[in-house]
Nanobody, 127 residues
Framework: VQLQASGGGLVQAGGSLRLSCAAA????????MAWFRQAPGKDREFVAA????????YYADSVKGRFTISRDNDKNTVYLQMNSLKPEDTAVYYC?????????????????????WGQGTQVTVSS
């Protein structure tokens, strides 16, 4: 499956952005989808994941309450709504797909379980 992330940009602290990740190929509704991010000079880190149906989500503590992951299986797209953005949210955001599991939770933050990755979209939050 091919993943194409979009929606990044420059925003002031406290603002909002919505990222999208469109999938092509494969059976989108059978992939757990996730977002990761990588800030300059840092390792890539988990942000959020969503189950096949969208009924279950899992978040990193750093974004809980501010970010919302969702998906539209009819449009083969996963979204990341980011509110109350902070300068420390500045990073390249990547979407990823996992075809091995249906649900999310413990272990969803393990990058090694994701089979497919998008190219990344830059999010810059100014103070």
């Amino acid at each position: 499956v091919q993943l194409q992330a979009s929606g990044g940009g420059l925003v002031q602290a406290g603002g909002s952005l919505r990222l999208s990740c469109a999938a092509a190929g494969g059976t989108f509704s059978r992939y757990v989808m996730a977002w990761f991010r990588q800030a300059p000079g840092k390792d890539r880190e988990f942000v959020a994941a969503i189950s096949w149906s969208g009924g279950s989500t899992y978040y990193a503590d750093s974004v809980k309450g501010r970010f919302t992951i969702s998906r539209d299986n009819d449009k083969n797209t996963v979204y990341l709504q980011m509110n109350s953005l902070k300068p420390e949210d500045t990073a390249v955001y990547y979407c990823a797909a996992d075809q091995s599991r249906a649900h999310v939770g413990w272990g969803s933050d393990d990058q090694g379980i994701y089979n497919y990755w998008g190219q990344g979209t830059q999010v810059t939050v100014s103070s």
